[in-house]
């Protein structure tokens, strides 16, 4: 079996896979201050519920954008596993041809589900990454990762509103029923919300006019949405082809096979 995990700024998200049959999801909150040993009785226990062990796991493989939980969480599966993990990091075989101007700097993040989007939907793509940071990236028919767009997160800017507006309150992130709001809560709701189906449109758009003035069929190019608040702007729109929200953990996946131990 193979453990996949994915350490996002906010969440750690783990997938067993047997082949490729996705068998189990856990997620846990990232904390920098968390120990091997407590990674290590999360996993062991999530194992035990799924009725198994840790020794059916054979491999590791994990992406990350947090650096500061590393040292723990790569001792534990050590530990816990008996066995080193295969990292996304610079050197790795992923399929694409990363066209940015420092492939090295570009996050892991962006690498699985650019992997995953290409090759799970077979055209070219853009991803819509709505996490911590929402952030959009583009592979075009060739497998050329093309370049990125970063934006502040959904709920990045509410807490942006509340922390600099002395007045306005915080607020649980939900689609109002108006676009005009009539209370504080739903006008703040509307622009947080609305404002960030605009903003993905928009862009979508000017990217979508650049893969074609690269060589792209604007009929064949795929958009995928995948985090946490994607099904959110989702429902909203009709930029976005499909919601993924296992694109990273099939990325990882897909990457194994690539760099799997003969």
């Known amino acids: 079996m193979l453990l996949a995990i994915d350490v996002g700024n906010t969440n750690i998200v783990a997938g067993l896979y047997e082949g490729k049959k996705l068998l189990h999801v856990w997620r846990l909150a990232t904390n920098k201050e968390r120990t091997s040993d407590e990674f290590g009785v999360f996993f062991l226990s999530m194992f035990q519920n799924a009725g198994l062990t ?8 994990i992406s990350s954008v947090a650096p500061n939980v590393m040292y723990s969480l790569r001792h534990a599966i050590r ?14 075989k992923t399929g694409l041809n990363i066209k940015i101007d420092n492939p090295r700097e570009l996050g892991a993040d962006l690498i699985v589900g650019a992997v995953a989007a290409y090759n799970l939907y077979k055209s070219p793509v853009i991803i819509v990454d709505f996490g911590t940071a ?5 592979v075009n028919s060739r497998g050329e990762f093309l370049g990125v767009v970063i934006c502040p997160g959904i709920q990045v800017s509410a807490d942006a509103l509340t922390q600099k507006a002395a007045k306005l309150p915080r607020i649980q992130i939900a689609k109002p029923k108006h676009v005009l709001g009539t209370n504080t809560v739903d006008s ?3 622009g947080i919300v609305y404002g960030n189906v605009g903003k993905i449109e928009y862009l979508v758009k000017k990217i979508k006019n650049e893969m074609v003035e690269s060589g792209d069929d604007r009929k064949e190019i795929k958009v995928i949405a995948t985090g946490g608040l994607a099904r959110m702007v989702t ?28």
Do not use: C, H
Request: glycine share 6%; aromatic share 6%.
């Open 54 to 61: 840790a020794d059916r796991v054979n491999d590791v493989i």
């Open 79 to 92: 530990k816990f596993f008996n066995t080193k993990p295969i990292l996304i990091e610079p050197g790795i």
């Open 235 to 262: 429902e909203e729109t009709n930029e976005i082809d499909e919601l993924n929200g296992l694109l990273t953990l099939e990325g990882l996946r897909i990457i194994y096979e690539k760099n799997k131990p003969e």
């Open 188 to 190: 703040m709701q509307s």
């Open 134 to 138: 929402t952030k959009l990236s583009a």
